[in-house]
């Protein structure tokens, strides 16, 4: 809808005014915080002069959507937007420096994890586990995301849980790796230096909905206490051209599976 809106050059404010909503609200709208209330998304769908079909079909899309499973006391308030855009996006990109990508995370992982780096109690630290893991549906099922992640050979050395969780993890990730949708690559320690050497980002492409309206991308970055999204078209291809260069600075996804063997075979017998 927020595609739709600046194809038709409506502003936002304008845009809120003409369903009787605050500027605030139509962004938390737009940035998938809040459900689209189907009277809203029918009444900027003429605003926007879309065709009958496509208005139609996003009132029926928004019939069907119900509140996010992930708008709970489990998952961070900062945190529940991007489940939300995640949850939308045909395709994801991931550059993790140091840990395995959340998407491949087992609940014990996850867990050790967060008790690591959080004050949260056993019961709190458990309910974001299984959230993380609850995110991993996206991978499988129809339409699943397609998922591309590269991660550093730090993250197969690290012991996070003990040997047992390590263990387990390093099969999962195995597992993972071997569904169809999914691309998975190791940066090896010997590729020295490499673009993406700075931090972690997630590249994120969504759907095309409307004909002619082209959803866009997004860079999401993450920090101790939040998350920063990237839009702008300058932004968004910066990315792209980083997650490029840093693909080409890992192993092939069939070298990186017979590394995580060859640590499985060797550490975690």
Not at 202 to 220: C, H, K, Q
Not at 225 to 231: A, K, P, Q, R, S
Request: with cysteine; charged share 25%.
């Amino acid at each position: 809808m927020r595609e739709a809106r600046r194809a038709a050059g409506v502003r936002a404010g304008d845009a809120a005014v003409q369903v009787g909503v605050s500027p605030g609200t139509l962004s938390k709208y737009e940035k998938s915080e809040h459900p689209w209330p189907p009277a809203v998304v029918y009444a900027l769908g003429d605003m926007y002069k879309l065709s009958e079909e496509d208005r139609n079909k996003l009132v029926d899309l928004a019939r069907q959507r119900e509140p996010g499973w992930w708008q709970t006391s489990a998952v961070p308030e900062w945190f529940a937007p991007y489940i939300g855009v995640e949850s939308e996006a045909a395709e994801l990109d991931n550059y993790n420096d140091g840990l395995i990508p959340g998407l491949c995370q087992t609940a014990d992982y996850a867990r050790a994890l967060i008790g690591a780096i959080t004050e949260d109690d056993a019961d709190r630290a458990d309910g974001r586990a299984a959230a993380r893991v609850r995110r991993q549906q996206r991978l499988t099922g129809d339409n699943p995301l397609r998922f591309s992640a590269v991660f550093n050979e730090s993250a197969l050395h690290r012991v996070i849980g003990g040997t047992e969780v390590m263990r387990n993890q390093l099969i999962h990730l195995l597992e993972t790796a071997d569904l169809p949708n999914v691309d998975l690559r190791c940066v090896p320690f010997t590729a020295g230096a490499h673009a993406a050497t700075e931090g972690n980002f997630v590249l994120l492409r969504f759907p095309d909905l409307i004909e002619g309206v082209n959803s866009g991308d997004a860079v999401y970055i993450e920090y101790a206490i939040g998350g920063l999204f990237l839009e702008q078209e300058s932004e968004t291809s910066y990315y792209q051209g980083l997650f490029h260069k840093v693909q080409e600075a890992a192993l092939e996804q069939q070298e990186t599976r017979k590394l995580i063997q060859r640590l499985l075979d060797e550490k975690y017998k």
